[in-house]
């Protein structure tokens, strides 16, 4: 299916299809179709992200706040959906054009089977022009299946359909370098090529009432991205044909580049789609050997493990000072590396009693963060 023509994976804000008075505002959604529209003609295929399900349900269950109660949440999304669906399938139809409901959780990204049942029919649905557009499943979603916010969320779906660029559309112009002096003064930034830590501190944590996400979220997404070997934008999503303009290379907003070279679709997955099972620590020796000599990591550099994991589990490995570095997929369990750990290859069969293999985590499914 990799014959589809460059993606586009746009990611819209609750505080961009909302108004003043936080309702669901149907001449943005249509400006945001319309743009769409001319993106495919021009040659690209477009996935959308968007948020405002939640809201949408707060408008028609007269709630004038975004409710605390899990359950309450779950309703407003429930009754939300449906009203989102209908005013982008409305527009979508009048351009003849096909929309599609895709609702994920966490757990359908962890497990591998699923993700690649969600990869596949999104390609599917791309491959037939149709338009996926793409929300949490908030319905059904726990607190441990939650992907946070739908800034992370999109730069998850990119990296599932291997997206050539990820757009974050939001009610800001981009990321903005603020004077130290005087907070009202500020320069916004328009390419950022290596997701510092100074470059984090700039973002800062503002979110609305009706939202979840802020800047630091989109910080976040932009570094899962980026990568990844996607670029992201960060754009003020109100400006008319902003996602046009955004296309064509026109200097506005926050361009983050892309990392080369790429990753492997399942490094990726590795990195940034399947949550972790707990944490490997490892000495500063085993860590030079990871990252600068691309080798497997052995029992004999392990300090310790944290968390209860199997065997085929994907895990952290964090350095002496308990900082992740990289991410793996562990041969043996939390178990048996209490009882390996610091030991040779060699030792393994003598300790435990059998050996799967000498590495504990193989170079083929280590990823360097």
Known sequence: MRDIKKIIVVKIGTSVLTDKGGNLDAKVISHIVRQTQELKRSGLQVVIVSSGAIVAGMQILNLSKRPG???????CAAVGQTQLMNMYDAHFK????????????????????RYLNARNTILALLKRNSVPIVNENDTVSTEEIKFGDND???ALVANLIEAHKLIIMSNVEGLYRYDIKDRTKRELIHRVDNITEDIERLALDECSSFGVGGMYS???????????GIECMIIDGKIENIL??????????????????????????????????????????????????????????????????????????????????ARGITYYSSTELIKIKGQKAKDIEKILGYKYYDEVIHRDNLVIL
């Not at 997404?221 to 990844?228: I, L, R, V």
């Open 218 to 228: 989109k910080i976040e997404a932009a570094k899962m991205a980026t990568n990844a």
């Open 69 to 75: 109660y899990l359950p309450d949440i779950q309703a």
């Open 244 to 325: 046009l303009n955004a296309v064509k290379g026109k200097k506005l907003g926050t361009v983050f580049t892309a990392r080369q070279p790429k990753i492997s679709a399942r490094k990726r997955w590795i990195a940034y789609s399947s949550r972790t099972a707990g944490n490997i620590q490892v000495d500063e020796g085993a860590k030079e050997v990871l990252v600068k000599k691309n080798r497997s990591l052995l029992a004999s550099g392990i300090i310790n493990c944290t968390g209860r994991f199997n065997a085929g589990e994907t895990v952290s490995i964090v350095d002496a000072g308990n900082k992740e570095f």
């Open 94 to 113: 009048k351009l003849k054009l096909v929309s599609a409901q895709v609702l994920l959780t966490q757990d359908d990204i962890n497990n591998r089977t």
């Open 152 to 154: 992370r969320l999109s």
